[in-house]
RNA sequence: GCCGAAGUGGUGGAAUUGGUAGACACGUCGGUCUCAAAAACCGAUGCCUUCCGGGCGUGCGAGUUCGAUUCUCGCCUUCGGCACCA
């Protein structure tokens, strides 16, 4: 056994070793209980980074945990392919998107392959092969068929001088990243997704995933946002038109004084009469250049401007003028709403700007409204007045109440609302998944034919950054011929969001390979749902309710059997660094700062703000040094130990070195007991050894709970630490040898899953044949683990001022006479009455005195 | 703005169900070894203090309790998401 620990031989021989033997191969097997790990597979931008270190090593101890407990583990790793930096990097560099994926994956593979991750490699996959996004062109297919996809119009952000379509990240301040030109909204017809005949069941199912952290339920819920109302029919003044809203506040129908239509409503222009025309028309201007986020917030300016026209309140006979308001939003119920500016704070607001009349219809209990004395609108709830025969009544049954009087007078329907939008998965891009639809004269938008799939994306483009998707240039793509009459026809050039590849690849890798359809049912059937499902919290809505919608969308194609795709959720947290800039040259990169000063022209560095690593803030850390230094198990440990997985971790070299000491100190506890390795365990009699066999136990123990329970790695890591902490520690070496060899051995063993290269290697140095792997995870001995003693903490009116020792058997009459016994507890009740004695077994002793 | 989190020593963090605040590690200080240094090993380390004793202390302010980092209410700060970044 070699003195010194050299990470980068060890883990090079194992890593060959694992290949070689293709130990990480998953297959279907009876005889034991599947268990599937699954991390967000990443980007390829180029490089991993330290956000995919602490992802895939929180993923790789438990795949490796729950093979060493005997499950048969699927761990797969690939590619989310498509995007937009691909696309950038050939506008900037000239290199085609497929080759600089191609490229990126190579490095980013070899780099994943050198931190010892265990996984199935043969089930690898690139979103960008059109073997995977085949079977997605296929599905959209099923899903036109079955209205879950269509057609609307939509806006996106348009940038005039480069002739192209923005991404929300590409617009800064309103204006475009590439020229500054302010960007507009731009109508164009895309494809949906009818992610809302789902919503029902998006909801209810949130209540089905105990193993779902409730932060991100809630979050799910509140996106979702099902609230119950009415749709209530407001018919002009000349009863030509009728203008629908939504409200869940019908119990306030009585007050309702005007009418606001969002400035997108398809109403607006036809309500418009002549001399308003020019007021509405810059109005409708002015408002599509206001940030929609921002329109809708409360302190934002609440403007409108008048139609011209009037609708009739059918309850209360009111002539409640129409008005265009800013806050009313196309995309959330009709687009109009009844205005009550007594209970709704925009409302009022609105009212009291253009001078409209307001009628209090819920009255606070006891007291009496006046509207024209109102601060603030009444939201709370109270009692109906000025509404009729529902006068008296609290607000929250007149609720229902006028609910069902609304449907039997026709005038509106009781009806169900969500915030959730259908999902706009159309891209004017090159880098992605074409959609499958040819757009025929006379047939209008027609599906390719299932058996002419996949539609290609050819390679033959070129990137200009102007000038809309190279794919809508590629005549020799979009010129095609109508699946249905033959004619000529133009095939669709829009590709799909890249959300779409990510919200059913974690069922692909259950069959990769297979031919004949996106998935096979067996093979699926098997391994899904995912068992336990790892990724960054920004993901906690969008991508997650994406993945949950498309799951039911496939069992519902009849193409697998579950209906949500992930059991249990851990939601980990960013990796930060401390960001550095120098006055000259801006951010810097950890490696362009020499000694505190910029390394390109020697000015002082500004320490920053602790930020989430990323590339713009050239605050990152490339894990290739890191491993290159340490190697890849203290890279691995550091991202495990310095944070629990579910908070942030910030980065720290000097922890690093320490994780690093760490395994120095176990290499070395195993090189100086090398002798006794041979020693029968339960040999020795001293009682150093039965305190450090204990220990073990109790260690195994609290390791096992912390990576089970909780995932706290950070605390079991600890544990272990403490362990050998304890090894050391022994006086008497030749009266434990066997103890010390069963807590090395445990030591090793309870690692595995943490540092595989250097417990493999110890494993095999303490005579050990065969993978670490296949020992199986060790059991706590409970006898072994019991202590004899207790250690009882007392208070004397809860302040700590003594500490006992009383035997592990001690009754709480026992632990009392001994405390009262204990001089310190004597000194302060020595004056003063003893009026309670609380007793908290096995743990405390609260002395109440007065 | 809306939704969701998080605030504990010089630092990262720990603390089963309301029961010793600061496990483990980093850093710092001291010691051993060495010609010396590094490494390693051993020890100390929340703050204040009138120092063999005591006080204060988990973002801030209240409350419940024998007892609160933990529960309740109200603030402050930071972070994530907000539908075309992935």
């Given at each position: 056994m070699e003195e010194s620990y050299s990470p980068a031989q060890i883990e090079q021989k194992w890593q060959q070793r694992w290949d070689e033997t293709a130990q990480y191969k998953a297959e279907p097997r009876d005889d034991r209980e599947k268990y599937y790990v699954l991390e967000m597979?990443?980007?390829?931008?180029?490089?991993?980074?330290?956000?995919?270190?602490?992802?895939?090593?929180?993923?790789?101890?438990?795949?490796?945990?729950?093979?060493?407990?005997?499950?048969?583990?699927?761990?797969?790793?690939?590619?989310?392919?498509?995007?937009?930096?691909?696309?950038?990097?050939?506008?900037?560099?000239?290199?085609?998107?497929?080759?600089?994926?191609?490229?990126n994956i190579a490095n980013m593979r070899k780099q994943l392959k050198k931190m010892g991750l265990s996984y199935d490699w043969e089930r690898e996959f690139a979103t960008c092969d059109a073997d995977y996004y085949r079977w997605e062109q296929l599905m959209f297919l099923q899903m036109f068929d079955k209205g879950l996809a269509y057609k609307k119009s939509s806006s996106v952000n348009w940038c005039e001088s480069c002739q192209t379509v923005l991404a929300n990240e590409q617009v800064e301040d309103e204006c475009c990243w590439r020229c500054g030109t302010e960007v507009s909204d731009k109508e164009l017809d895309q494809w949906f997704f009818k992610i809302t005949?789902?919503?029902?069941?998006?909801?209810?199912?949130?209540?089905?995933?105990?193993?779902?952290?409730?932060?991100?339920?809630?979050?799910?819920?509140?996106?979702?946002?099902?609230?119950?109302?009415?749709?209530?029919?407001?018919?002009?003044?000349?009863?030509?038109?009728?203008?629908?809203?939504?409200?869940?506040?019908?119990?306030?129908?009585?007050?309702?004084?005007?009418?606001?239509?969002?400035?997108?409503?398809?109403?607006?222009?036809?309500?418009?009469?002549?001399?308003?025309?020019?007021?509405?028309?810059?109005?409708?201007?002015?408002?599509?250049?206001?940030?929609?986020?921002?329109?809708?917030?409360e302190d934002f300016e609440k403007?409108?401007?008048?139609?011209?026209?009037?609708?009739?309140?059918?309850?209360?006979?009111?002539?409640?003028?129409?008005?265009?308001?800013?806050?009313?939003?196309?995309?959330?119920?009709?687009?109009?709403?009844?205005?009550?500016?007594?209970?709704?704070?925009?409302?009022?607001?609105?009212?009291?700007?253009?001078?409209?009349?307001?009628?209090?219809?819920?009255?606070?209990?006891?007291?009496?409204?006046?509207?024209?004395?109102?601060?603030?609108?009444?939201?709370?709830?109270?009692?109906m007045v000025n509404s009729a025969q529902f006068n008296g009544l609290d607000n929250e049954s007149a609720k229902e109440k006028i609910a069902d009087y609304l449907e039997e007078q026709g005038f509106g329907t009781k009806s169900i609302n969500y915030r959730l939008r259908d999902w706009g998965v159309s891209r004017q891009r090159y880098w992605g998944t074409p959609i499958p639809i040819v757009y025929c004269d006379s047939c209008g938008p027609v599906p390719v034919k299932a058996e002419d799939l996949p539609v290609v994306l050819p390679r033959d483009v070129e990137f200009k950054g102007e000038g809309g998707s190279p794919l809508a240039q590629h005549a020799a793509f979009y010129e095609t011929t109508c699946p249905k009459c033959g004619a000529p026809a133009r095939r669709e050039t829009d590709t799909f969001d890249t959300f779409v590849e990510s919200?059913?690849?974690?069922?692909?890798?259950?069959?990769?390979?297979?031919?004949e359809a996106p998935l096979n049912r067996d093979e699926a059937n098997y391994w899904l749902p995912v068992d336990q499902y790892i990724g960054g919290v920004e993901h906690a809505v969008m991508h997650l309710l994406y993945a949950r919608f498309f799951t039911k969308v496939m069992r519902d194609l009849g193409l697998l059997d579950i209906s949500e795709p992930f059991t249990n959720l851990l939601t980990q947290g960013m990796v930060c660094k401390e960001t550095q800039s120098c006055p000259e040259h801006g951010w810097l990169y950890?490696?362009?700062?020499?000694?505190?000063?910029?390394?390109?022209?020697?000015?002082?560095?500004?320490?920053?703000?602790?930020?989430?690593?990323?590339?713009?803030?050239?605050?990152?850390?490339?894990?290739?040094?890191?491993?290159?230094?340490?190697?890849?198990?203290?890279?691995?440990?550091?991202?495990?130990?310095?944070?629990?997985?579910?908070?942030?971790?910030?980065?720290?070299?000097?922890?690093?070195?320490?994780?690093?000491?760490?395994?120095?100190?176990?290499?070395?506890?195993?090189?100086?007991?090398?002798?006794?390795?041979?020693?029968?365990?339960?040999?020795?009699?001293?009682?150093?050894?039965?305190?450090?066999?204990?220990?073990?136990?109790?260690?195994?123990?609290?390791?096992?709970?912390?990576?089970?329970g909780s995932f706290h790695f950070n605390t079991a890591i600890a544990a272990v630490m403490e362990l050998v902490n304890s090894v050391y520690a022994v006086k008497d070496k030749a009266a434990c040898c066997g103890a010390i060899r069963e807590a090395l051995e445990t030591t090793v063993r309870l690692l595995a899953p943490f540092v595989p290269h250097i417990c493999e290697e110890l494993w095999s140095i303490m005579g050990q044949n065969g993978s670490i792997d296949a020992i199986g995870w060790p059991e706590a001995d409970v006898e072994l683990m019991q202590e004899d003693e207790k250690l009882i903490v007392v208070q004397i009116n809860g302040k700590v001022r003594a500490r006992i020792t009383v035997p592990a058997s001690a009754s709480n009459a026992d632990v009392e006479e001994q405390t009262l016994a204990d001089d310190q507890v004597k000194r302060f009740t020595a004056d003063k009455t003893i009026r309670k004695i609380i007793v908290v077994p096995g743990k405390l002793v609260n002395v109440v005195v007065a």
């Open positions: 597979f990443p980007y390829p931008s180029g490089r991993i980074h330290m956000g995919h270190v602490r992802n895939y090593s929180i993923g790789d101890v438990v795949a490796r945990f729950k093979r060493l407990q005997g499950f048969n583990v699927l761990h797969p790793m690939g590619w989310d392919a498509f995007g937009m930096p691909a696309e950038n990097a050939a506008i900037q560099h000239g290199t085609h998107p497929a080759k600089w994926t191609i490229e005949a789902y919503a029902d069941e998006l909801l209810e199912d949130t209540y089905n995933l105990p193993g779902w952290p409730e932060s991100v339920l809630t979050m799910q819920r509140n996106w979702i946002g099902r609230s119950t109302g009415c749709e209530i029919n407001f018919k002009t003044e000349d009863g030509a038109e009728t203008i629908s809203v939504f409200t869940t506040r019908q119990d306030t129908v009585f007050g309702a004084t005007f009418m606001s239509l969002a400035p997108e409503h398809p109403l607006a222009q036809k309500l418009t009469t002549a001399e308003q025309k020019e007021d509405v028309d810059g109005f409708i201007a002015k408002v599509k250049k206001q940030d929609k986020k921002k329109r809708t917030s403007e409108g401007v008048f139609t011209g026209t009037y609708c009739i309140n059918p309850v209360s006979g009111c002539k409640m003028p129409i008005y265009l308001a800013n806050f009313v939003l196309m995309d959330y119920g009709t687009g109009a709403v009844m205005a009550v500016p007594t209970h709704d704070q925009r409302d009022f607001d609105f009212a009291r700007k253009y001078d409209i009349p307001m009628v209090v219809v819920v009255s606070p209990e006891g007291e009496e409204l006046n509207a024209e004395d109102m601060s603030e609108a009444w939201t709370a709830p109270g009692v919200s059913w690849y974690f069922a692909r890798y259950a069959c990769p390979h297979t031919e950890p490696e362009e700062v020499q000694d505190g000063r910029c390394s390109k022209c020697g000015s002082e560095v500004i320490g920053g703000r602790t930020e989430k690593m990323s590339k713009s803030k050239k605050n990152v850390v490339d894990p290739d040094h890191l491993i290159a230094t340490y190697g890849a198990d203290t890279a691995r440990l550091f991202s495990l130990f310095a944070a629990p997985p579910e908070k942030d971790l910030e980065w720290n070299e000097q922890s690093v070195e320490g994780c690093y000491r760490f395994l120095n100190r176990v290499w070395r506890a195993v090189y100086e007991n090398s002798d006794i390795f041979s020693r029968p365990i339960a040999g020795d009699s001293a009682p150093e050894a039965r305190t450090l066999r204990r220990k073990t136990h109790q260690t195994i123990s609290k390791v096992t709970r912390d990576i089970e």
